[in-house]
């Protein structure tokens, strides 16, 4: 079944540790998303892809870092994790065609820094 | 600045009766809308959407109805059910601007059995 999967969905981590969080789509979408989310608030987006070598920056700025070198793999790396990273990091795709199509979202990973 | 406001954090609602979740917008520049749903610990889940050029759109017991002069859409699910129990996101995209989404705050919605 057509999906998209993220891995781990909960990480606790010390602060200081390198982090990647993994994020792939079997439904062969050109665009990904990575959305952060804080509990009672909005999704930000923090990145995002358009194909293979395209990578932006989203609306809220983050320290985190993204690559896209396979269309169906789009994984979020922290060099150097805080406590201030804690938070849902949720990973989305979509077709490249224009808007009937909405998002599809993983599961999200909870993650802490401690 | 927030683009997208739902104003109502929560929401309870009899079972069987109709729930109304209500968005409003600021940025005329959104010509698509989305409702999602998000249960705890999960991603959300697409449920409906409407382009700007209408001002309805049905599936089964959901319905978003756009009013574009008042920058305002509203979800309505009827009848309400215990599994429509879940946070509820309104979101915005404008098809000029890469087609990103932008979220709202949420809203809580329980229904009582």
């Known amino acids: 079944e057509a999906d998209i999967y993220q891995t781990p969905r909960y990480l606790v981590i010390g602060t200081g540790k390198k982090i990647t969080l993994e994020c792939s789509q079997t439904?062969?979408?050109?665009?990904m998303y990575w959305y952060q989310q804080d509990p009672g608030m909005e999704l930000h987006l923090i990145h995002y892809?358009?194909?293979?070598?395209?990578?932006e920056k989203g609306d809220l700025s983050s320290e985190s870092t993204v690559s896209r070198i396979r269309t169906e793999h789009f994984p979020l790396t922290l060099e150097s994790a805080r406590p201030s990273h804690t938070s849902q990091y949720l990973c989305?795709?979509?077709?490249?065609?224009?808007?009937?199509?909405?998002?599809?979202f993983g599961s999200g990973t909870r993650l802490t820094v401690v | 600045d927030q683009q997208v406001k739902q104003n109502s954090p929560s929401l309870s609602v009899q079972e069987g009766r109709i729930s109304i979740l209500n968005c409003d917008y600021t940025n005329s520049m959104f010509d698509y809308f989305l409702w999602y749903k998000k249960y705890p610990a999960e991603g959300p889940t697409f449920l409906i959407s409407i382009s700007s050029i209408k001002d309805k759109n049905e599936d089964g017991r959901f319905t978003v109805f756009l009013n574009k002069s008042a920058k305002h859409l509203s979800l309505h699910i009827v009848p309400s059910q215990p599994g429509d129990s879940a946070v509820y996101f309104c979101?915005?995209?404008?098809?000029?601007?890469?087609?990103?989404?932008?979220f709202g705050t949420g809203t809580r919605l329980t229904i009582i059995p």
């Open positions: 892809s358009y194909g293979v070598n395209s990578t």
């Open positions: 989305a795709s979509r077709k490249g065609l224009g808007g009937s199509y909405g998002y599809t």
């Open positions: 979101a915005a995209s404008a098809m000029g601007g890469n087609e990103k989404l932008t």
């Open positions: 439904m062969g979408h050109d665009k």
